[in-house]
């Protein structure tokens, strides 16, 4: 059975830190590419940052360049994909939302994605 399962989330001040992980199971997601994608009320999803399967390349959003680092452990049976956001902003606040992509091409597109996780809120209080 594949599992993405987000953790990490939570409400935190303006310019504050958090750190989210997605733990992936059930297929040999060391094969693949990872990616974080929110999702704020009212707005369309949006591709937050990507690595690949042996985190040769790494693809951020321009809004979270400098601020948020992407990272993975691959293991035997799963893989572990972190998000570790720091100066977080006001308009950080949304769901967050981990995946994985089996191609090598289109990290940063939602819609090439195969699998994803239930979304983890991010809460940014100005």
């Known amino acids: 059975q594949v599992q993405l399962v987000e953790s990490g989330g939570g409400l935190v001040q303006t310019g504050g830190s958090l750190r989210l992980s997605c733990v992936a199971s059930g297929r040999t997601f060391s094969d693949y590419a990872m990616g974080w994608f929110r999702q704020a009320p009212g707005k369309e999803r949006e591709f937050v940052a990507a690595?690949?399967?042996?985190?040769?390349?790494?693809?951020?959003a321009d809004s979270v360049k400098g601020r948020f680092t992407i990272s993975r452990r691959n293991a035997w049976g799963t893989v572990t994909v972190y998000l570790q956001m720091n100066s977080l902003k006001p308009e950080d606040t949304a769901v967050y939302y981990c995946a994985a992509y089996g191609g090598t091409s289109y990290y940063t597109d939602a819609t090439w994605y195969d699998h994803w996780g239930q979304g983890t809120q991010v809460t940014v209080s100005s």
């Open positions: 690595i690949t399967w042996n985190a040769g390349r790494l693809y951020y």
